[in-house]
């Protein structure tokens, strides 16, 4: 099922304020750690959240009340009120200024029915009117702040919130564990029932630097010229929602080693093999997938209870389009499941530490490369400011292109399955939309593979 969404609307915004912290907080320098600070995080990623009317909340205002919670969680989460620097060794650590982040109050001139309710995810009209986002031209140095927050409200009595944060200074989880304490505080309590823990030095290469992966996801052999280009300018974004029981019948596909995979590798090899058809790339064209992996589980011995940084690895498995293409879905499921192996312990992560520095903190391979991350369990959604958790949580868009042909999806938890966004050329969207079709109304027996 693809989602087609014509609604829209006028949003209008006050001008943006710095928030700074609602108490003073220590003027110090604090380095990131050395996943944090590679390449492929030194941007800003974006989440909003939906929430109903409450009527519980009448007359309660959720732009003052959230301007106050975060001022107030700025006080524990005092880094995120700095600004980054580059140290030697293009080594980022955070000034602690308490400059504070960009807040922004809008109000919109719809209802939060109009939307769908029950049926909320990208793409969402006036998208970019939902957001406060940081110019791409400023990059992400000096004096840009590293959150902005913008909360509109909606004429049913709903609003929506939206924070555009530096990803080198959290990754999901971080995000969601700031977001709570936003909640939290903004309910009455006086601290935030985790606190936060930045403790960056953890995660530090080891002295000398140990690489023991391959690292395939950093290969400097592929250059960003090479590689099947999609016209960026005739992209078309739909969301594809797969059922349990469309889940069930892609399942039924694979050969029995194959039955108890997750619902998420078998949603992401029918995709990604959707996708590569629908762009035909030459066949001896090598492509990936890569998956965002968090490794908080494997790392030994474990993290302190409360850190936000990033511990997140980005595996790849490679093959060619030739090879995806002619083999069944089951090639591309346990491409997948490959890929998720692949940094299955903490040394994974302390090993691209090590590649980081070692070979000057290198960018992901971007060509041809299909990039997955599952929001499911992020828990985003969980921030209640007062008028409960959000009817939806997650990225604004769904999925972005990077210089070099990578692709970045990020796919929610919806009902018993998934919501994908897709973001093809339109005779491409055609293409892929017929071989879903196909591949989740038929189940063939795996004598058949």
């Known amino acids: 099922m693809a989602s087609t969404k014509i609604l829209t609307f006028s949003v209008t915004k006050k001008s943006p304020e710095l928030l700074c912290p609602a108490k003073s907080t220590p003027h110090e320098f604090k380095y990131l750690s050395d996943i944090d600070d590679q390449a492929f995080l030194r941007t800003y990623v974006t989440i909003i959240n939906f929430y109903k009317k409450n009527p519980s909340m009448e007359g309660k205002d959720p732009v003052k009340i959230i301007r106050e919670a975060v001022a107030k969680a700025l006080v524990f989460y005092y880094p995120l009120a700095g600004r980054l620097r580059e140290h030697t060794g293009r080594k980022l650590l955070v000034e602690c200024t308490g400059q504070g982040v960009v807040f922004v109050e809008a109000d919109a001139d719809a209802m939060l029915q109009h939307l769908g309710v029950d049926a909320l995810y990208p793409p969402f009209p006036n998208s970019d009117d939902l957001v406060t986002d940081v110019p791409s031209s400023l990059g992400i140095l000096d004096d840009i702040p590293l959150m902005f927050i913008q909360v ?11 924070n555009c944060m530096n990803h080198t200074m959290c990754d ?9 304490a936003v909640g939290e505080l903004a309910r009455g309590a006086s ?13 530090t290469a080891m002295e000398p630097p140990r690489v023991s992966f391959a690292h395939r996801e950093y290969d400097a052999s592929t250059g960003a010229s090479s590689g099947t280009h999609a016209p960026l300018d005739q992209m078309v974004q739909r969301s594809f929602y797969f059922s349990s029981s469309q889940i069930s019948a892609l399942r039924r596909s ?6 108890r995979c997750s619902k998420f590798d078998i949603v992401a090899g029918c995709v990604w093999r959707c996708q590569t058809i629908a762009l035909s790339p030459k066949p001896d064209e090598e492509i990936r997938f890569s998956v965002v992996m968090d490794n908080r589980n494997q790392i030994n011995p474990p993290l302190p209870i409360g850190y936000y940084g990033n511990v997140i690895a980005f595996p790849v498995a490679v093959t060619t389009a030739g090879e995806l293409l002619k083999k069944p879905l089951c090639y591309a499921v346990e491409l997948v499941k490959k890929a998720k192996r692949e940094a299955g312990t903490g040394d994974y992560l302390r090993s691209v530490a090590g590649l980081m520095v070692r070979r000057d903190r290198p960018n992901l391979t971007a060509v041809n490369t299909y990039m997955v991350s599952n929001l499911t369990h992020v828990g985003l959604k969980q921030m209640d ?5 959000a009817v939806y949580s997650g990225v604004f868009k769904g999925i972005y292109w990077q210089p070099g042909n990578i692709q970045v999806a990020w796919y929610v938890g919806f009902k018993d399955g998934f919501v994908v966004p897709v973001c093809l050329p339109l005779e491409s969207m055609k293409i892929f939309e017929k071989h879903i079709h196909v591949m989740t109304t038929t189940a063939p027996t795996t004598s058949s593979l």
Not at 152 to 162: L, N, P, Q, V
């Open 191 to 203: 601290a935030p029932s985790i606190r936060p823990v930045w403790d960056r030095h953890l995660l």
């Open 152 to 162: 509109t409200r909606m004429k049913c009595g709903g609003f929506i919130f939206s």
């Open 254 to 259: 694979l050969p029995p080693h194959l039955q």
């Open 385 to 389: 400011v007062g008028w409960g958790t």
């Open 172 to 180: 999901g989880i971080g995000i969601s564990q700031f977001l709570s």
